[in-house]
């Protein structure tokens, strides 16, 4: 296909979905103290709430990827966001904590495919050197789709109430299956495909340059979303007592750079491969300042901690790398597998994190304000940065030992 038919047909409609998916993956951050005085929740509840999209998500990672590869993006993703779009309504209607938790789940059922099926369209639209540059072009729409969830829904809570907002995203998530459906080519799979086995996710998880990615970048990236999404918001308010408005907006600008950095990072990783150096190089050296960025949470750097939260989100966007280095490394026919094992521990990983954030904080008895301590936060993002280390410190140590250290083999760094 021609480059604006690729645009029109493949990358818009599936980027709407993958806006979509990010909009509600982050929106607790702003709905979260709606949620908390409406149910009266602990940190400990709250985690779980939100992080029940992440579980869900994980969940359906593997049948999604076997689902693409077998019956192509545009089929599966009309299934699942009517799935996304009866969550949302329900979570609208929830009338006590384990509501919203199924409610919840549901929509991460839903919106499970929705960067992988755009990975799988787009893979198969492009050239395998233009991925990196148009995934961060996509990942860059979820950060749009994140900046959304922040001050745009603050704004609208002036209109409409938390139930109001998720009913107007669950017609969004419907119209927007309805628009793939219409849109995306309508691709059958290659003669003599067989149906996907378990034997060939396996496969993906035993391939050498997959474990290699995900020994560097699963545990930052898990720490980048499940933090992001929620307690960036309460670390802020906690800590540097702003209110909820100005909250809303230093998640708007972190949003931002999100979008800023995923364009960026796409960029910098295609001039780096023209200059012999890999993506695996980029991403150490990205997740290296990533940590540094948490260090200054971890040292209460309270000069900026306004700065810290907006470069928490701009320097944590090289983790979204991790999908182009993995799809550029599998075959034409598992990289919806792929993406999707990747998906699958990253998500599980990001649940975790958000939850056991939220039970660690708990450990804490808040003011009358209902604020905890500085010295809790600092302790549990101390303990964000020490499940990372080891990550980067074997990649580091194994880099070293190769010929011409980091500076080469940009083949070898990304195969």
Known sequence: MRGPQV?????????????LSSMLRTVNAVLAP???????????QLGVLTSAFFFAF???????????????P???????????????????????????????????????????????????????????????????????GAASATLPVRLALDFTDWRGLFTVLAALSAGCALLIWLAAPRGAPPPGTRAPTMQSVLAVYRDPAFRRT?????IPHAVFFGVQGLW???????VSHYSDAAVAWLLYLSMAAVIFGSIAVGMLTEWAARHGIGPLDVAAIGIGLFLLVQLGVVLNFLPSLALLSVL??????????????????????????????????????????QAGFGQLLG????????????????????LMVLIQLPGLASFVRGRWRMPGHWFSHAKNSST
Not at 35 to 42: E, H, M, N, R
Request: proline share 5%.
């Open 58 to 72: 994980a969940l359906v990672q593997l049948p999604v990827g076997m689902a693409l590869d077998r019956y192509g």
């Open 214 to 218: 995900a020994q560097l970048m699963l």
């Open 312 to 353: 928490f989100s701009l320097v944590g966007t090289i983790t979204g790398l991790e999908y182009a280095i993995v799809a550029q490394s599998m075959p034409p026919t598992l990289t919806g597998r792929a993406a999707t094992c990747l998906n699958l521990l990253i998500f599980v990983g990001a649940f975790v994190v």
């Open 74 to 144: 545009r089929r599966v993703q009309l299934v699942l966001l009517m799935v996304a779009a009866g969550g949302a309504l329900l979570f609208a209607h929830g009338a006590t904590f384990a509501e919203l938790v199924v409610a919840r789940a549901i929509i991460g059922l839903g919106l499970g495919g929705c960067f992988m099926s755009a990975v799988k369209a787009i893979s198969a639209s492009i050239a395998p050197a233009k991925l990196p540059s148009v995934q961060g072009y996509m990942i860059a729409v979820g950060g749009l």
């Open 7 to 19: 645009l029109f047909t493949v990358f818009l409609p599936f980027a709407l979905g993958h806006y």
């Open 232 to 238: 960036i918001g309460r670390w802020l308010s906690d």
């Open 363 to 382: 450990l804490w008895q808040p003011d009358a304000a209902g604020r905890y301590p500085a010295a809790a936060y600092r302790i549990v993002f101390a």
């Open 34 to 44: 709606s949620l908390v005085a409406a149910f009266g929740l602990s940190p400990g």
